[in-house]
């Protein structure tokens, strides 16, 4: 397949205010932490996200030849009033009909409760995983393409049970997403017959992590589960246990992984292991086949694609760019019946529904939507081999 030029619609994404829109013209928040403790994986998130709207645009398909164009907002990922400052800036003077996001759990939370909600917008996150998202109050506008953590937990204790051991520390960052994650893997772990022998906060952002990593160390445990970012402070618990001998080996869930983590800890990092949203799906390949300027495989690009497909796709099912139309059909162009779609194939997709057809979107991530509008869950499982990240499985 024809890979698509990214370049014009990156560049014209690069800022909040690139000039006057056509009438003709929808513009859509790609609202992700470039600054913060995963900028490293938002290179790739945000890419991907504006992989699909360049499709989309240059098709001609969407609502009889509307174009679409990105307009980039920082959540920082972890400040909260930073974050609702810039959707609020999407909505009310960028004047965007949908959001590509939020990243991290906190964040996007406040965002959705103080400004979304409010005003009546649809956001998709790629990558906000407290299962608290999955009560929260959202009149049926917050959907995301990646798994809640209650998932992961279950997923996180089996990996770590496959390979034999049964008692761990466990630390993670002190804000929703760390806390969500670490209450749910506990609660997993201790149900299949292991033992978390302390569950301990860690704040990012600090210089020093030894006495946190001092206390860990106290408490024992065959290997140290670090439910934290991987340009923060997640990076710097493990580079201060391996410094003091504390431990040799760490279980990386999905806001651990990325390259830029053994790419800063070296070789000291091999052997330890993890897990992130993922598949092998047929459309995981297609995206990185069709993938141009970046890594379609980093974590959570995939679930970004999807993300901004899903948003155009229930646009053109309902006919309408109002989010207050097309959020009750999102559900149904994500799920069966209908047929399948594949990046690559959205101008398929949109003629399909332009003449009144059926689709099932199954995007890079082998989208389901369940329950209020999440993934059902798919992970890809990781191990640190020579210095790098390598897949080993997926589940």
């Given at each position: 397949m024809k890979k698509l030029v990214l370049s014009s619609a990156i560049a014209v994404g690069l800022s909040t205010a690139a000039g006057s829109a056509m009438a003709d013209e929808i513009k859509l928040g790609v609202f992700l932490g470039f600054t913060g403790p995963i900028e490293s994986l938002v290179v790739n998130m945000s890419a991907g996200a504006e992989h699909a709207i360049a499709e989309v645009s240059e098709s001609g398909k969407l609502l009889d030849?509307?174009?679409?164009?990105?307009?980039?907002?920082?959540?920082?990922?972890?400040?909260?009033?930073?974050?609702?400052?810039?959707?609020?800036?999407?909505?009310?003077?960028?004047?965007?009909?949908?959001?590509?996001?939020?990243?991290?759990?906190?964040?996007?939370?406040?965002?959705?409760?103080?400004?979304?909600?409010?005003?009546?917008?649809?956001?998709?996150?790629?990558?906000?995983?407290?299962?608290?998202?999955?009560?929260?109050?959202?009149?049926?506008?917050?959907?995301?393409?990646?798994?809640?953590?209650?998932?992961?937990?279950?997923?996180?204790?089996d990996v770590i049970m496959d390979k034999g051991y049964k008692e761990v520390a466990l630390t993670y960052t002190n804000n929703d997403y760390?806390?969500?994650?670490?209450?749910?893997?506990?609660?997993?772990?201790?149900?299949?017959?292991?033992?978390?022998?302390?569950?301990?906060?860690?704040?990012?952002?600090?210089?020093?992590?030894s006495a946190e990593v001092?206390?860990?160390?106290?408490?024992?445990?065959?290997?140290?589960?670090?439910?934290?970012y991987l340009d923060q402070g997640g990076k710097g618990i493990i580079q201060s246990s391996l410094d003091t001998g504390a431990f040799e080996t760490f279980v990386l869930p999905d806001g651990m992984v990325g390259d830029a983590l053994p790419a800063a800890i070296g070789s000291d990092l091999n052997g330890s292991f993890g897990q992130v949203p993922g598949t092998d799906s047929p459309g995981a390949a297609q995206l990185a086949e069709l993938a141009e300027g970046y890594d379609a495989t980093s974590p959570f690009a995939a679930e970004s694609y999807d993300a901004a497909a899903l948003i155009m796709l229930a646009m053109q099912a309902a006919g309408s760019t109002d989010p207050s139309k097309y959020k009750d059909t999102l559900m149904s162009v994500a799920n069966a019946p209908g047929e399948e779609i594949l990046p690559g194939e959205l101008a398929k997709g949109l003629e399909?529904?332009?003449?009144?057809?059926?689709?099932?979107?199954?995007?890079?991530?082998?989208?389901?939507?369940?329950?209020?509008?999440e993934s059902a869950g798919n992970y890809r499982e990781i191990e640190i081999k020579d210095g790098a990240l390598s897949t080993v499985g997926y589940r």
């Open positions: 030849g509307t174009t679409v164009m990105p307009v980039r907002a920082d959540t920082t990922c972890v400040d909260a009033a930073a974050a609702t400052a810039a959707i609020e800036r999407l909505i009310t003077s960028d004047k965007v009909a949908g959001v590509i996001g939020g990243d991290c759990s906190g964040v996007t939370t406040a965002a959705l409760t103080n400004v979304a909600l409010p005003n009546g917008m649809v956001m998709v996150s790629p990558s906000a995983t407290s299962p608290a998202l999955s009560t929260v109050e959202d009149n049926g506008l917050f959907f995301r393409t990646a798994p809640s953590d209650a998932r992961q937990g279950v997923v996180m204790t760390g806390k969500g994650l670490a209450d749910a893997f506990q609660t997993a772990f201790e149900a299949a017959g292991g033992s978390v022998t302390i569950s301990a906060a860690h704040e990012d952002g600090k210089a020093d992590y001092g206390a860990l160390a106290s408490a024992g445990g065959e290997v140290l589960v670090v439910a934290g399909i529904l332009a003449g009144g057809g059926e689709i099932n979107y199954v995007g890079a991530s082998n989208v389901e939507l369940i329950g209020a509008g």
